[in-house]
């Protein structure tokens, strides 16, 4: 019978059966990231984050990921957002802005939240002032992208892709 047939899963479909559970991603953008395609074109592209955060999601289907975005320009609300995904997400993209290179609380609460984190820039920070060499959360990420401008985001969402599923194969 037909619904008999496709209940029933291929061998192979299980062989990889981990790597494409849907996983679930929060992307958290800092301070005055509201503002892209408005701010330094010349520096963050001419891409606004509402097309960051559509194509997020767009991708996130192609990925079997269920994609939440958030921007705040407060550290007190980006700490709050990323305490209220403990449990509820399998890794955390955050593009801290200004707060990168300040930020100790946003530190603290990336550790708290136990999972692979992929630092994201749209800028290349090494090719700017040094004051924005150094990140609070560089060496508590899993990566870090940069300098790709928008598509920094996106090649951080495949990288997600297979942090989870690393993770997953770990603990099968
Ligand atoms: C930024 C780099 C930061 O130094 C800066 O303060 C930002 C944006 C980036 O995406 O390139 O706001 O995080």
Do not use: C, W
């Not at 194509?55 to 269920?66: D, P, Q, T, V, Y």
Request: charged share 25%; net charge positive.
């Amino acid at each position: 019978m037909a619904t008999r047939g496709r209940a029933v899963k291929p061998e192979h479909a299980d062989s990889h059966a981990g790597e494409r559970r849907t996983a679930r991603v929060l992307v958290v953008h800092g301070p005055n990231l509201n503002l892209l395609g408005e701010r330094e074109p010349e520096v963050y592209g001419s891409t606004r984050l509402k097309e960051i955060d559509r194509e997020l999601k767009r991708l996130g289907r192609e990925l079997s990921i269920a994609v939440e975005t958030f921007q705040s320009n407060g550290e007190g609300a980006i700490v709050d957002r990323i305490q209220r995904a403990r449990g509820k997400t399998d890794a955390l993209i955050i593009n801290p802005g200004g707060y990168t290179h300040t930020s100790i609380a946003i530190r603290d609460a990336v550790i708290a939240l136990g999972v692979p984190v992929i630092e994201t820039h749209l800028s290349n920070v090494y090719r700017r002032e040094p004051m924005r060499h150094h990140s609070t959360i560089a060496d508590v990420a899993s990566g870090r992208i940069m300098g790709f401008g928008a598509d920094s985001y996106y090649l951080a969402l495949r990288a997600a892709r297979g942090l989870i599923d690393a993770a997953r194969r770990r603990s099968a």
